[in-house]
């Protein structure tokens, strides 16, 4: 996934220029619908790209924000925009699939990233990163591919999807995006029910589908939401993380 997207970030204003409007219009919406509030939340951003959730997040409330990227180019964009407009959150570089404990964050987001896991087994690993850095009773919220999409057809945030039409979880397709040149992205195929025993074998609880708002009553999501939860019992829980990446040091 890093090569990919270090390429992207070098285009990343044409890139965003086409779907920045379904992110703000629908995913962002349905996201802060899904959490449900975030006043003195610490929150922890997987995947989080060059910031537009995590900037978001923080705006919104959370205390304490911290996003990762596998990209050393989309952190470095991230980390020029949050000189830009300072907000107080912080970016470090790292991949998920081996994701170090950084604390114990009330919410763990991760839009669009799940779906570059090409085996179980990373998919899993995904899945007990945002577990293990997530507080007793925490919530892990994520939007996903939907794979109930129809391919070589427009969809609303502009990607195409090549694929056929039979797929089993874990196979590969390829999104286009109509930029100029056209960007393309290698991601893989995982069910609702893949989703939800990656989840369920990690520990997670209370695994529900959100609702994604914002759409027409006809129109297919491009994404899915879903939530999750870390069952109660021990942790160093809010106020260890917010302190954590306040002073930016791992707890």
């Known amino acids: 996934m890093t090569p990919q997207y270090d390429e992207i970030a070098a285009h990343?204003?044409?890139?965003?220029?086409?779907?920045?409007?379904?992110?703000?219009?629908v995913e962002i919406p349905s996201l802060l619908h899904a959490i449900g509030g975030l006043n003195g939340a610490s929150v922890l951003d997987l995947g989080c790209g060059v910031g537009p959730f995590t900037r978001v997040l923080r705006r919104q409330?959370?205390?304490?924000?911290?996003?990762?990227?596998?990209?050393?180019?989309?952190?470095?964009?991230?980390?020029?925009?949050?000189?830009?407009?300072?907000?107080?959150?912080?970016?470090?570089?790292?991949?998920?699939?081996?994701l170090p404990v950084l604390g114990a964050f009330d919410i763990v987001t991760a839009a669009l990233v799940l779906h570059y896991a090409d085996s179980r087994s990373t998919l899993e690993r995904m899945c007990r990163s945002a577990y293990a850095n997530l507080a007793p009773g925490g919530r892990l919220l994520a939007i996903v591919g939907n794979p109930g999409l129809q391919p070589?057809?427009?969809?609303?945030?502009?990607?195409?999807?090549?694929r056929p039409d039979q797929l089993r979880d874990g196979d590969p397709y390829t999104i286009s995006i109509p930029t100029t040149p056209p960007t393309s992205l290698a991601v893989h195929y995982w069910s609702r029910a893949a989703y939800e025993e990656a989840l369920?074998?990690?520990?997670?609880?209370?695994?529900?589908?959100?609702?994604?708002?914002?759409?027409?009553?006809?129109?297919?999501?491009?994404?899915?939401?879903?939530?999750?939860?870390?069952p109660e019992g021990g942790g160093e829980g809010r106020s260890a993380a917010v302190a954590a990446v306040g002073a930016g040091r791992p707890v």
């Open 61 to 98: 409330g959370a205390a304490a924000v911290l996003g990762v990227d596998a990209s050393v180019a989309m952190i470095e964009l991230a980390r020029r925009r949050e000189r830009e407009e300072q907000l107080g959150v912080r970016y470090e570089v790292h991949d998920i699939t081996g």
């Open 152 to 162: 070589e057809i427009s969809q609303p945030n502009g990607f195409v999807l090549h």
């Open 200 to 230: 369920q074998n990690c520990g997670f609880t209370d695994v529900s589908w959100e609702p994604m708002l914002g759409l027409p009553a006809d129109a297919e999501p491009v994404g899915l939401l879903f939530s999750a939860r870390r």
């Open 12 to 25: 990343y204003r044409e890139v965003d220029r086409v779907v920045g409007p379904y992110r703000e219009g």
